[in-house]
């Protein structure tokens, strides 16, 4: 770890110091993100501790009034997320604080956040570029569009564990680099579809529970049409109930499709990199593209 970066930052009259997020209440961590509106239940925060790893800052009696986390995929990326910073503190220098501590302790390795309004002129200053905007979809799904037929020769089936090596192998190029840790963990909490020609994956999506109600991420596919197809059955599983997908894309078919079941754009969010490559794929030329999110914090 940098030792430039301050384990202790005074505010105001106060003291703030960092602890690591792993030995934090859940309780605790639940309540923080609710105090800023976001959903995530204790179950969320759990998810997230169990594949990354970051710092809370803690007040002179032990509350937590911030968070910050990165999430390793492989050796040379990582993407960054949870920053949370309770009202009292957000004009008062915790969220640059903690930021720097993610940033030593990323050192050499590419990163990737989803960045809110309020926090890009932070991450811009601490040398990350924007690149494409994220829609925040969610609300109460209605039955979907009926889409095109899925095409002769191809299957579209439930996905299990055995499937994690074709799983990875396609998302990799989507995603920008292999995160097969935690496409296992998604894939046991998740709900899974995927378009198979033969044994050859072409495209998933994956369904779980999530704040409100559940969200649909990651959605990987050569196309619209796939994209469709995969998250279908999904969305047909919950109508009349709360549903969320974080979309790369404004327009096209997909987009639209999403809309009319119901899941109008909420919000708007964008994606930040420090290097190129740490970009999402660009698809192309039959290559898979991801068009939903996991969630903002792994992209």
Same mark, same amino acid.
């Given at each position: 770890?940098?030792?430039?970066?301050?384990?202790?930052?005074?505010?105001?009259?106060?003291?703030?110091?960092?602890?690591?997020?792993?030995?934090?209440?859940?309780?605790?961590?639940?309540?923080? &993100?609710?105090?800023?509106?976001?959903?995530?239940?204790?179950?969320?925060?759990?998810?997230?501790?169990?594949?990354? !790893?970051?710092?809370?800052?803690?007040?002179?009696?032990?509350?937590?009034?911030?968070? *910050?986390?990165?999430?390793?995929?492989?050796?040379?990326?990582?993407?960054?997320?949870?920053?949370?910073?309770?009202?009292?503190?957000?004009?008062?220098?915790?969220?640059?604080?903690?930021?720097?501590? #993610?940033?030593?302790? @990323?050192?050499?390795?590419?990163?990737?956040?989803?960045?809110?309004?309020?926090?890009?002129?932070?991450?811009?200053?601490?040398?990350?570029?924007?690149?494409?905007?994220?829609?925040? @979809?969610?609300?109460?799904?209605?039955?979907?569009?009926?889409?095109?037929? #899925?095409?002769?020769?191809?299957?579209?089936?439930?996905?299990? $564990?055995?499937?994690?090596?074709?799983?990875?192998?396609?998302?990799?190029?989507?995603?920008?680099?292999?995160?097969?840790?935690?496409?296992?963990?998604?894939?046991?909490?998740?709900?899974?579809?995927?378009?198979?020609?033969?044994?050859?994956?072409?495209?998933?999506?994956?369904?779980?529970?999530?704040?409100?109600?559940?969200?649909?991420? $990651?959605?990987?596919?050569? &196309?619209?049409?796939?994209?469709?197809?995969?998250?279908?059955?999904?969305?047909?599983? !919950?109508?009349?109930?709360?549903?969320?997908?974080?979309?790369?894309?404004?327009?096209?078919?997909?987009?639209?499709?999403?809309?009319?079941?119901?899941?109008?754009?909420?919000?708007?969010?964008?994606?930040?990199?420090?290097?190129?490559?740490? *970009?999402?794929?660009?698809?192309?030329?039959?290559? $898979?593209?991801?068009?939903?999110?996991?969630?903002? *914090?792994?992209?």
């Amino acid at each position: 770890m940098d030792t430039k970066i301050p384990q202790i930052l005074h505010v105001d009259a106060f003291e703030m110091r960092t602890a690591d997020i792993a030995e934090a209440e859940l309780s605790q961590l639940q309540a923080l &993100s609710i105090a800023v509106g976001w959903p995530h239940r204790a179950a969320d925060w759990q998810h997230v501790r169990e594949v990354g !790893h970051g710092f809370v800052a803690l007040d002179e009696i032990g509350r937590i009034s911030a968070s *910050s986390m990165w999430f390793p995929h492989g050796e040379s990326f990582a993407t960054f997320g949870m920053l949370i910073t309770s009202p009292r503190l957000q004009a008062n220098g915790a969220a640059r604080w903690l930021v720097e501590r #993610i940033l030593a302790d @990323c050192a050499g390795r590419d990163l990737r956040l989803i960045s809110t309004r309020d926090a890009r002129r932070l991450y811009a200053s601490l040398g990350f570029r924007p690149q494409r905007t994220i829609y925040q @979809c969610q609300g109460e799904a209605v039955t979907p569009p009926e889409t095109a037929a #899925i095409a002769d020769g191809l299957t579209l089936r439930q996905m299990d $564990p055995g499937d994690i090596d074709a799983l990875t192998a396609l998302d990799a190029p989507a995603f920008g680099v292999a995160r097969r840790a935690h496409l296992v963990r998604l894939l046991e909490r998740s709900i899974s579809y995927g378009l198979y020609d033969g044994e050859r994956l072409l495209a998933y999506a994956m369904r779980r529970r999530f704040g409100r109600g559940h969200v649909i991420g $990651p959605v990987v596919a050569a &196309s619209d049409a796939q994209a469709m197809a995969v998250t279908e059955p999904h969305i047909r599983a !919950h109508v009349g109930t709360f549903l969320r997908i974080d979309l790369r894309f404004e327009t096209g078919d997909f987009a639209n499709f999403i809309h009319q079941s119901g899941l109008g754009v909420y919000d708007t969010v964008k994606t930040m990199v420090t290097t190129d490559a740490a *970009s999402y794929g660009e698809g192309g030329d039959g290559q $898979p593209v991801v068009y939903g999110l996991a969630s903002q *914090s792994f992209g």
